[in-house]
Every structure is written in structure tokens, then in C-alpha cells.
């Protein structure tokens, strides 16, 4: 395949691995902290991981390793969401593991858990892996949202691994992909299999972090390519002057990534899922915000800006919650009939008959073409897909019509013309950032010596994160120590704990004592592309949200 410039330049590219992890591989022990707690629910878990709860933290220290040559089979599997970087974790577990001995095998499964279900993968060879290095995607072996959760799907994995002679797999996945991670780790402990499980944190959204995991890959250059291009919109906006442009973001739920991409680029309103669920506003105060500011930049002749929405949006607005979860048990209690309607309005007045008053109500205030894309297929987790719900087109229809009012009133003599967005899939696959880059490669290579010491049911740390690379901590943390119990499909089950925008974090206060300025003024900033080769405040920086996490 013919390979662009930038490919080939990238190639060359050497990742930074932390001074821990460099050097000779049997230089490198790991020493075994306090035993871990989870913060919540700690009987619960103890019951459901007997043999996998309350593992010691692991650092790892410069020290005699003579076990780190025992020859090795591993399997990777990539799940989920893209996430840029997802090829460097592969890189730097398949480098890790042939220094430590060349006769080990990387068996990539295809397609995501489901390859090691139906055993298919690929055998990764120095040739396959150097044409991936420091490249964007998942294109090696692929992805997939296949959910590894039942005790069947754990007996196919066992023999896979016999057949193959694994024994270790890694699961580069986000918080469920992991929380499964940690269950099958306990199924191999409890069957006495001597096979190890890691996994390795990943997802744009940065909804994967706590105490000890203080980012998810991928965050860093998603955030960056989409300030990118909201910087260019911001250009154009201020260079044209005639439009709003209404942006939504990728995330999930959380609103990590809109609230980065705001402190990047300075935008005049930039809307937070957490902060309207703890305000508990609806559509209607969104929208008369977003009309205010609206009306102010146009009475002083300003009738241009832009408007950063979160995908998640949608789900913190309590009364549209509330109709979700609804809507979520209708359709999974009449499956079948549901399913069997025919056509989109039929499927809307099937479930607005089943409503409760309060929830037809909130239904029947959103548009058409909202109500149908609330109705569309839910995820394998039974969730609805937020990113197939245009929130920021609804809030162009809502806000159109409360300046209408406004006018009428004499309160607003603006225009509003309006340009709509979303950016998600044109982040999720971009050549990694120089952080990413790192990164990634530090928790593959990382993830290697966590399994090569025979730790089960971890996951790859590496910590330290806003200092220069060589300044990075590796280790690894006991997923039970993140878990908590939650209802998921009508059950109580133990998952990684999501991290949310915290409303008393620095990253947010921040957002909040600039946000009128930012409001009133055009204050945009032009964050630009995404420099590989240059000064090295430029190209090896990572977010502002971890620089003001770690500010003191
Ligand atoms: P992960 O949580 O698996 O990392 O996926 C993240 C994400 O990009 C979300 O931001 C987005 O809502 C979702 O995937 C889109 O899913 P799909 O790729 O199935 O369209």
C-alpha cells in the first residue's frame, strides 16, 4: 500500500519510553505496594473476586529481573472505540516482549473480543508491526464491541489459549472492556489456569481515570485534532461574521473532551453535561442561555460566534433522562414487537403510548427527527448511541425560536445564521500525538512487565503524566481497586467506576472564571495543527486539563 509522507516521516519516530523502562529488560523488578480497597461496595466485590480482590499496587524499579526471559505466548485484543495510539500499545508489548525473548509470539486476535471467540488472529511479525508504528486506527488487527462477560465465552477463550499455548492476553480497552478484563483474570485465578490478563486504559472520551489512572490514551490527540478545527471555525467565524456554528463533540456521557477543546480554543459558549444535571436545567434554560449570549454579541454588532456541545448533552438533562430510561425499558421489554413496526413513526407512537404523562410531555416538545433518533438501536451495553442524536441541530431549532420571541419583545435585533457540526470520527483515528505516541508505547511495553512478573487482573499505569516522559512512573493497579457495583439491565454488576467533569476540579473552575469573557469578546484561539516535528513545548505537551489537574 502506497504510504503518505507524514506516514513515513512518523516511522522514524523513536517513542519516549519512561528512564524506568529503558535499558536492559532484566534490569527492571517490580516491587509490590499495600494491599488495595475499592472506594464503594466492598463486600460485593470481595464475593465476586475471591481470588483477584485487594492485589497489592506495583511499581516497577531498576533491579536484578532473572525470570523476565521465560518464554511467553501473548494475545491483544483491541475493543471498542478507535483511539489514537492503539498501535503503539501493540508496539511497545511486541518490542518489550521480544528483548525479553525473541522465541515469544504475538497473536493479534482479529476484530476485537469476538477474534478470540471464533479464533481468528494473525500472528504479528516485525514486518506488520513496523508498518503500524506511530501510525493513527486500529487497522492492524481491528476492533470490535463484542462484550467477553459470560462464563461460556471465558471456557471458548481458555481453550483458545491451550490451543495457541497463551499465557497471557491484553485487553486495550475502555472501563467496560477492562471491568471484563478483570472478570476473566478472576475465571482463569479460580479455574487454576495459569494464563495472566492486563489491560491497558484506553478511550477518547477520558472518562477512564482516577487516582491512579490519570488519563485514558487517545484523549490527548482527539482533544488536539478537534481544537484544530474548532480553531479553523473560529477563524472563519471571525473572518466571515454571518454565522453561529453549533459544534458537537464526541464523548460519550462525560464532557472531558468539550471541556478541553474549550479551554483550548476559547470559544463563546461551551455547555457541560455535569454542570445542567447539578443545576437540573432543562432544554428551555440551555437554550435561553445560549440566546442571551446570543443577544448580547448582537447588540454590540457581533452577530457571529460559536457554541461547543457536548454529545453526552443529552443525557444530563433530567427530564430527557428520565424519558431515556424510560424509553430504554419499553424497548427492551417489547423487544419483539417493537422491532417488528414497520416504519419510524409508528415506532414513535408505539413507545408515546407507553409513556408516562410527564415523559410524552418532554417527547412530545422535541423535534421529529429527535424523538425517532432517540428510538434507534441501543449499544451492546443497552445504551442509547449519543452520537447519533444531533443534539446540536436541536438546539439551533430551540434557540431560533426563542429569539423570535426576543425580537418580538424588542430584546434581540440580531441575525442568526447558523452552520452545524460534529466532530467525532475525524479524531479518533489520527496519527497520534507526540504524547500518545509515548504513551501508548509505555503501556504496551509496560503491560509486558506486568504479565512477564505473572500480575493478573491489572491494569498497565504509568503515572507522573505531565512531566517530560523520561520523569514517568510505571506500574500497574488491581482493576477491583476502581471497581463499584451498579445497575446495569435491571442488575446489580461490578464496573470500573466512569470519571465525569468534577464541578470543583481545576480544569472546570478554570472554564468558569473565563467563560463571560469569553461569552462577550471574541477571545477564540487558534490551537492549529498538530505539530510533530518542532520546539518541544509545541509537540510533547499534554492536555491543559491534566497541566491544571497536576498544577499545585
Ligand atoms: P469507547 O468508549 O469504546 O472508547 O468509544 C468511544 C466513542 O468514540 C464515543 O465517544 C462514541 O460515543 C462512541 O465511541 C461511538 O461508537 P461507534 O464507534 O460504535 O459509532
Known amino acids: 500500500m502506497e504510504k503518505s509522507a507524514l506516514q513515513i516521516a512518523r516511522y522514524g519516530y523513536s517513542p519516549k519510553l519512561p528512564e524506568i523502562l529503558r535499558g536492559n529488560i532484566d534490569g527492571i523488578v517490580a516491587e509490590k ?80 473480543p469476538s477474534g478470540i471467540l471464533e479464533d481468528r488472529y494473525v500472528v504479528l511479525d516485525d514486518k506488520i508491526i513496523d508498518e503500524y508504528r506511530n501510525t493513527g486506527g486500529f487497522d492492524m488487527i481491528q476492533s470490535g464491541r463484542t462484550k467477553l462477560e459470560t462464563e461460556q465465552q471465558f471456557a471458548v477463550c481458555t481453550e483458545v489459549c491451550h490451543r495457541h499455548d497463551i499465557g497471557a492476553v491484553v485487553i486495550i480497552g475502555g ?24 489491560g491497558c486504559p ?14 485514558s490514551f487517545g484523549f490527548d490527540t482527539a482533544c488536539k485534532t478537534y481544537s484544530e478545527l474548532i480553531g479553523n471555525i473560529e477563524r472563519d467565524a471571525n473572518s466571515a461574521r454571518k454565522y453561529w456554528h453549533f459544534i458537537r463533540l464526541m464523548g460519550r456521557s462525560a464532557s472531558h473532551i468539550a471541556l478541553e477543546c474549550a479551554i483550548q480554543c476559547q470559544p463563546n459558549v461551551c455547555i457541560i453535561g455535569e454542570e445542567i444535571e447539578a443545576e437540573n436545567r432543562s432544554v428551555d434554560d440551555i437554550t435561553r442561555y445560549i ?33 431515556i430510561s424510560e424509553i430504554n425499558d419499553l424497548i427492551a421489554s417489547n423487544e419483539a414487537e417493537f422491532n417488528a413496526l414497520a416504519t419510524t413513526a409508528s415506532k414513535i407512537a408505539y413507545i408515546e403510548s407507553m409513556l408516562t404523562s410527564s415523559s410524552k410531555k418532554v417527547f412530545n416538545s422535541l423535534p421529529e427527527s429527535i424523538e425517532a433518533q432517540l428510538l434507534l438501536d441501543r449499544d451492546p451495553h443497552g445504551n442509547v448511541q449519543v452520537s447519533l442524536i444531533e443534539t446540536e441541530k436541536l438546539l439551533v431549532e430551540t434557540v431560533k ?73 510505571a506500574g500497574g493497579i488491581p482493576i477491583t481497586m476502581m471497581m463499584n457495583m451498579e445497575q446495569r439491565h435491571g442488575e446489580k454488576k461490578p464496573v470500573i467506576k466512569k470519571a465525569y467533569v468534577e464541578l470543583d476540579g481545576k480544569p472546570f473552575r478554570y472554564f468558569v472564571s473565563k467563560r463571560e469573557e469569553w461569552a462577550k469578546e471574541t477571545c477564540f484561539t487558534y490551537p492549529g495543527a498538530i505539530q510533530y516535528f518542532g520546539p518541544s513545548e509545541v509537540c510533547d505537551g499534554t492536555t491543559r486539563t491534566l497541566q491544571l489537574e497536576h498544577e499545585s
Not at 47 to 76: H, M, Q, S
Not at 207 to 213: G, Y
Not at 293 to 318: D, Q, T, W, Y
Open 401 to 473: 425560536k426563542r429569539l423570535a420571541q426576543m425580537k418580538k419583545a424588542g430584546k434581540y435585533n440580531g441575525k442568526f445564521g447558523t452552520q452545524t457540526h460534529f466532530f467525532g470520527y475525524e479524531g479518533r483515528c489520527a496519527f497520534p500525538s507526540n504524547f500518545d505516541a509515548d504513551y501508548c508505547y509505555s503501556l504496551g511495553f509496560n503491560a509486558f512487565m506486568l504479565l512477564s512478573a505473572g500480575f493478573s487482573g491489572y491494569l498497565s499505569s504509568i503515572t507522573n503524566l505531565s512531566k517530560s516522559a523520561d520523569k514517568w512512573e
Open 291 to 323: 440566546a442571551d449570549v446570543i443577544a448580547k454579541r448582537a447588540s454590540e454588532g457581533n452577530n457571529f460566534g460559536v457554541c461547543l456541545v457536548p454529545e453526552g448533552l443529552i443525557e444530563f438533562i433530567p427530564s430527557i433522562k428520565v424519558l
Open 33 to 112: 505496594g499495600k494491599a488495595t480497597r475499592a472506594k464503594a461496595d466492598e463486600d460485593d466485590l470481595k464475593k465476586l473476586f475471591p481470588n483477584t480482590y485487594g492485589l497489592p499496587e506495583v511499581t516497577f524499579k531498576k533491579g536484578k529481573n532473572a525470570d523476565v526471559g521465560r518464554k511467553v505466548n501473548i494475545g491483544v485484543i483491541l475493543s471498542g472505540g478507535q483511539a489514537p495510539g492503539g498501535h503503539n500499545v501493540i508496539c511497545g508489548l511486541y518490542d518489550a516482549m521480544k528483548k525479553a525473548n525473541s522465541q515469544n509470539t504475538l497473536y493479534g486476535f482479529l476484530g476485537g
Open 202 to 215: 484506553k478511550t477518547i472520551d477520558g472518562d477512564l481515570k482516577n487516582e491512579s489512572i490519570e488519563a
Open 175 to 198: 472501563d467496560d472492556s477492562n471491568t471484563n478484563a478483570a472478570v476473566l483474570a478472576e475465571y482463569f485465578k479460580a479455574k487454576g489456569e495459569d494464563i495472566c490478563v492486563v
